[in-house]
Nanobody, 115 residues
Framework: QVPLVESGGGLVEPGESLRLSCVAS????????MGWYRQAPGKQRELVAA???????KYADSVKGRFTISRDKAKNTLYLQMNSLKPEDTAVYYC?????????WGQGTQVTVSS
């Protein structure tokens, strides 16, 4: 019943890497724009990265050069490769699919970057 399911979060030290995955139904995955958002304690949810069906990508300035968003259309899966992680990246990360009639959201996966 959950439209999007994230996984791959965890606790890592600064400088380490994680890869997040988001599995969607085929119909939802076919939506033109998908992305990753994150929300840290006491802060608003923000867009981290987005990708179109044509594989055009955009990134928040804070993650450019460190994060890479991609999608595997055969597996209906969205990925976020997170390298050189910083404590400021600590947040709950959410998968999103932007439909013409509204957005679909995953339940979130926790990423904690700490020494």
């Amino acid at each position: 019943q959950v439209p999007l399911v994230e996984s791959g979060g965890g606790l890592v030290e600064p400088g380490e890497s994680l890869r997040l995955s988001c599995v969607a139904s085929r119909s939802i995955f076919s939506i033109a724009i998908m992305g990753w958002y994150r929300q840290a304690p006491g802060k608003q949810r923000e867009l981290v990265a987005a990708i179109t069906r044509g594989d055009s990508t955009k990134y928040a300035d804070s993650v450019k050069g460190r994060f890479t968003i991609s999608r595997d259309k055969a597996k209906n899966t969205l990925y976020l490769q997170m390298n050189s992680l910083k404590p400021e990246d600590t947040a709950v990360y959410y998968c999103n699919a932007r439909g013409t009639s509204g957005d679909y959201w995953g339940q979130g996966t926790q990423v904690t970057v700490s020494s």
